[in-house]
Every structure is written in C-alpha cells, then in structure tokens.
C-alpha cells in the first residue's frame, strides 16, 4: 500500500504545483466588419441629384405652392435643406391655412434598379423623412401617413423616366 500512496501523493504534489491556471487560449484574429452590399452601379447618364416630392394639384392650389420640386439624390432619402421652404409652407397650410384640420398620405417611390425588398425599404425611408421635415416644420405626425410603393409604379427606362419614379406623393388624406 506504501506504493501506491507514494506516486498518488507525488501526483497531487506535482497537480498543486501546476495548478495556476492555464493560459487564456489565443484569440482569433478580428474578423472584418460585413460588408454591406453596395448599391446598384450608377448608369452613365445618372444625375444623382435628381428626383422629387411630387405634390397634388389639389393641395398645390389650396396652398399657392407653384414649385413643389425637393430632390432625393440616386440611392438615398435625404430631403435637402433647401426643400424645406416648400415643405414649411405644405406645413403651415395644413395647421392654419385652408386645409388646417385636414391630413395628408405620403407615399414613396423607387426607381426599379434595386431589389424588390430594398427599394420598398428605400421609398419608405423616402416618405419618412419628408414627414420628419413636415413635422419639424410643425405639422403634428398625426395629421400625416406614410407608405411605400418601392418600385411597383415604377415606369422610367433611362435617367430621365428614374428621376420621376424616385418620389415621394403628397396626396390628401381621406
């Protein structure tokens, strides 16, 4: 039995020894962030700065807005700074002018050179910042909804025809 008490307790001599933990194992290199999937090309004859919130006639007259034009660049939803005149004005229509209690519908629009799923992301995003706009210019959110239509009423076949699918409608609501 002397033996066997021998080799057990140099073994718990030697594992008491080199009991401190072990090494933390290597980390694995970082891996690179995903990349998003990039936009479709530009084609020649893009112009990136070209497309528009397109308000009805209706509302244009009620309001005496004459140039209703803001322009959303190719693959984006920014409204540009110098479209909030047109915007302010579309808001102080709707909260003290003549159609002060009425609402509106927004509803985006993308050109048909994206996919299915992100173009109607896309023209969602559109109408939503043209109702941030209207609703920092005053107008409750309330008083507005927002949809998209992605590409589905999308008719261009060049630049020029892109240019008009790449909008937001401003409509009355019901």
């Given amino acids: 039995m002397r033996r066997l008490f021998f080799p057990l307790g140099t073994l718990a001599l030697l594992a008491a020894a080199c009991g401190s933990d072990p090494p933390p194992p290597a980390k694995a290199p970082a891996s690179p962030p995903p990349v998003a999937s990039a936009p479709p090309p530009e084609k020649p004859g893009d112009v990136p700065t070209r ?13 005496g807005i004459t140039d209703a034009d803001a322009y ?4 984006s939803a920014n409204v540009r700074p110098q479209d909030q005149a047109i915007l302010q004005k579309l808001a ?3 909260m003290t002018g003549p159609l002060k209690g ?18 109607m992301v896309l023209a969602g995003r559109r109408a939503d910042n043209v109702k941030s706009a209207i609703n920092n210019a005053g107008l409750d959110n309330a008083k507005m909804a927002t949809t998209s239509r992605g590409e589905l009423d999308a008719t261009g076949t060049d630049e020029a025809g892109w240019e008009r699918d790449r909008r937001v409608d401003i409509m009355l609501g019901s």
């Fill in 92 to 94: 102080a229509c709707f």
């Fill in 51 to 63: 497309s528009n919130i397109a308000i009805s006639e209706d509302i244009k007259k009620a309001c």
């Fill in 102 to 119: 009425r609402t509106m519908r927004l509803v985006g629009h993308a050109d048909p050179r994206g996919d299915e799923e992100y173009n």
């Fill in 72 to 75: 959303f660049a190719y693959d």
